[in-house]
Nanobody, 115 residues
Framework: QVQLVESGGGLVQAGGSLRLSCAAS????????MGWHRQTPGKQREFVAN???????NYANSVKGRFAISRDIANNTVYLQMNSLQPEDTASYYC?????????WGQGTQVTVSS
């Protein structure tokens, strides 16, 4: 079993920054992907960023240049540094991990950006 615990969400003014963390525990081996998605009420969950087992990163166009994903392999933790936040970034942010082809989600952390 795999557990993901996110932290770091909160309320920030437009132009501000937040750093999300996601710590994975349990049967953590052969990780394929770690990353972040986000969701607002009434909309589908959307991709934000991920980091592959080899270290390559991918970003949604809407966050490219503002967000940065990184990981601490020793501690099975993935981070999302979010800069220049805008009101449209307001959402629940969900951590995800793929282990041997199986997808796991965290419980989500709320990010609210005020204008």
């Amino acid at each position: 079993q795999v557990q993901l615990v996110e932290s770091g969400g909160g309320l920030v003014q437009a132009g501000g920054s937040l750093r999300l963390s996601c710590a994975a525990s349990g049967s953590i081996f052969s990780v394929n992907v770690m990353g972040w998605h986000r969701q607002t009420p009434g909309k589908q969950r959307e991709f934000v960023a991920n980091i592959l087992s080899g270290g390559n990163t991918n970003y949604a166009n809407s966050v490219k240049g503002r967000f940065a994903i990184s990981r601490d392999i020793a501690n099975n933790t993935v981070y999302l540094q979010m800069n220049s936040l805008q009101p449209e970034d307001t959402a629940s942010y969900y951590c995800m991990i793929v282990i041997r082809g199986k997808l796991y989600w965290g419980q989500g952390t709320q990010v609210t950006v005020s204008s």
